[in-house]
């Protein structure tokens, strides 16, 4: 698998985002608790947005990458992760 270059950077960035999907789900729960002041019944509505934003991306990713995989890299994901973390970090 390491003698695919494209196939060894695709099973390292499909861990990271394991990864951080691992650690969301960690601190989404501690936020509604201890942030939001939410009971568990309640905070489950964050991890259904959650599921549904990745599971929506993910479609939405195949339909404009038409159904085609590649090895290049698209711009504006992280930009848009960029923009989101700068304004979910700002305090209001």
Do not use: C, Q
């Not at 711009?75 to 992760?81: E, F, K, L, R, S």
């Amino acid at each position: 698998m390491r003698k695919d270059e494209v196939l060894w950077v695709a099973v390292i960035a499909n861990t990271f985002f394991w990864f951080l999907g691992a650690l969301l789900l960690l601190n989404i729960v501690l936020y509604a608790t201890d942030i939001l002041h939410v009971d568990e019944a309640h905070s489950s509505y964050l991890l259904a947005a959650l599921s549904l934003g990745i599971g929506v991306g993910s479609f939405l990713a195949g339909y404009a990458s038409g159904r085609k995989i590649g090895d290049g890299h698209d711009p504006a994901g992280p930009d848009g992760n960029r923009t989101d973390d700068r304004s979910a970090s700002t305090p209001h």
